[in-house]
């Protein structure tokens, strides 16, 4: 099948073309992997290239380790331990997707004769840096240009922009208002105090106007501030619930794979924690912005007309604590990341401990958890302190830098008045109008700190907004759920593209019909289920109900028809009225006692002091296994689906028990499509087709009696399940 | 035996002895075992512990990841068997070790590391520190968003330059 060519033959134009980076020893390599009129070329830098006929070839399949995988050629009648593969390359994780669509690129071939390439969109590439794309996003983060911040928080506030604007008019006419405050002090000095001429009550009603027009300007000032903060505080809270709504519903949009990849602490925290700091920075230190930065501006132009030089003198620090400012910001950002990291943490294991407490109490292994926790708590404690630490080191020395021009000042405006160059009014005036420059810039000093915080938080809301959440190509708003036959064609899927978990599964299932999976654990039995109830999207094939691609229907409309019954009951925190009510909120309570009923479970609902209206806590503490396991079952009942599923639905619980669910879920299937996965197997004896999954494909289909007599995996699956029965016994 | 307490027959757990377990490699380039008599010309060899003692403990498997056995010291095997083991090993477990770091830089959530692996130059992306970023003893495990394993073997022996740029990033 192999063949080195002459080194002088290079192999024509590639029609399908990609790159591995390991060589045999595992060592970094640049080499190509090209595919040409049904041969493949393997060429490893200056090597002599290798040429693989695909005749004779029954498949190409990637195998995958630790950090790195290989691809290998599976020849037709290959011995079982496939000893006889031919291994073309290997690589590292990094080309893992190229590989991916190159095995599907030949696998192809072999199957139809057809060349097919790989478009360049499915590699996750960035073009201009060559980087991985981050899982769910489309943009290359390290390539997004430096306006994604501002973008994003423009996005944010642009609902609110008509009620901020309002707000900081409010706000910035306070500030002036208050600016013209040194005018009345100057003249107050200059005019009155100062003054020679007058007569002393000349001098008195002066003092009394200047004294008057200040309480009135301040009055007017505050009046004006107590306005704007009110609605400041409006606009804020509003925000918030904003962006926490469009968070958690985004949490609930996202795909499962994305969702399994981060812990309850860390969304938790984005829902909370980072939605507050981001509303406080809007709305305070936005609010603060405009306002310092319109009365700076004023300022800076009375200062000006009074004396140039001087304010030459005020501003003289400014730059110094500018480009401080700058060069710290990097150090101060990553400082508070790993507070974030630790924050989140912490929160982590908290929900772990609270979460699993039953676990760790009857494990007693309390102590354990304790010091965990305390060990977590303590490296908190410390990144804070750093932080904190490294904080109070840069803020006095930015803060002394700032004063420097106060001083200067003082002594060259003193000097000035003196020599009679500048009137004692003048520079208390000027001295007043200090402030108005040096806090916006004080303020400003402190902003690494609270833009650290700030953009750490939006970056970590936005991780979560700008994910994709599902393939909506497809779907077809006016498709509705018909219910009717399903077929499964030439399906195949894989959590990773590189592993395929399910192949070639072909399957027609009758409506009405109940259909049992039956296999060994990790088959992909539950896959199956995943894909019908469209968690996750076929890789390849389609599945149909009533002919139309399930993908075409809406999510929400194709979810009113199905229902599941899982191992693991959840039940919400509420009362039992509320949990069976989940499937239907505006069921009337005949019918959610009528599905109780048919699910067995009216009998102990009555029998609790407080019958439907007993509440029960997160998962059901205060009921048993089977109670809970009947009350999901009302609620798959109320639901009154079209399409049912049930995934090891009776497993956990007891014969007893378990027999009386059998006797729910026996008025439940009746006349749904259903599908049941159930490793005792005595308990799919009501189904009409049993479909054995072996190894991701569909292995047996046929009644008992039929699977029974083909004597093969089934077979001996009952086998085994007699003789634990018998041992038990 | 592994513990006092328990026993591997308690658990039905097959440990593999060097004379009753040799390797060696096919035809076809694969590592292949002869193991109480039965010829198995492919096999698959997985460390049970790989951070924790990636010496012992390392389970041999047919391609259809049934378990034959488990070889509980590799050191207990003749010098030979032990370069062929070590082979297959650093076949499955690819995980070059940094040597320098040149930049870490961190864009939107994500950290970007530029490293240098011997001579070679590289650029890795990862995410979410806390997890992927993993400290074993004296060793560091980096995993980025392909799911490439790094390693930095003993900290305290890199450049104090190239320490202090990862140290913000560790916990």
Redesign the interface.
Known sequence: MAQFLPKTEAPEPAEVKVGFDLNDKNEYCSGTLSFQHGQIFVQNGSEAPRRYSLTNVSEIVQRTFSGCSTLELVPQNHAEDFSDSIMLCRFSMSKLNEMGEFCKVINHYIETGETTSIPPEVLRVCPKCGRSYAKGLEVCLFCVDRGYVLRHTLDLVRPYVGKLLFASLLITVASLLSAIVPVFNARLVDTYLNSTALSSSEIVAGVVRCAAAIGLIQSVSVIFRIISQRRANRISCAMSDDLRKRLYDKIQRLSLTSISKKTSGDLMKRVTNDTETVRNFITNQGLYAVEKAISFLAVLIILISISPWLTLLVLAPAPIVLFAIYKFWSTIRIRYNRQWRCESRVNSVLHDIVKGIRVIKSFGTEKREIAKFDALCKRLCKVCVSNEQFWAMIFPYLTFVMGIGEFLVLYFGGRAVIEGGMKTGQLLEFTLYLVYIYQPLRWASTLPRRLGEFTTSLIKIFEILDEKSENNDLIDPNADFVPGDIEFSNVRFGYKTYETVLKDIDLHVDKGKMIGLVGHSGAGKSTLINLILRLYETDSGKITLNGVDIRTIPQEVYRKHTAVVFQETFLFMGTIYDNIAYARPDAHPSEIIAAAKAANAHGFIMDLPDGYNTLIGEDGHNLSGGERQRISIARAVLRNPDLLILDEATSALDPETEQSIQEALAKLVKGRTTFAIAHRLATLKNADTLVVIDKGRIAETGTHNELVAKNGIYAKLVKAQRQTAKLTK | MATDTISPETLKTEYLRPDECVFYV?N???I?AEIKGVR???VLLKRAL?FGAPEDYVCVS??EKNEIGIIEHVSDFSEEQQTLIHKEL???????VISDIISI??????F?FDVK?GD?QK???V?D??KNVRMHGENIDII??????YRIEDLSAIATRARRKLE??L?
């Not at chain 2, 650093?90 to 070059?96: G, I, Q, S």
């Not at chain 2, 830089?105 to 994500?110: A, F, I």
């Open positions: 096919s076809a380039g694969f292949g198995y010309d492919r790989p047919d391609i650093t076949l499955r477990y690819f995980t070059p830089k961190e864009k939107m959530g994500h970007y692996i070679v650029s890795f992306t995410k520190l806390s980025d968003i392909d799911g490439n394993r913000p990033y916990y």
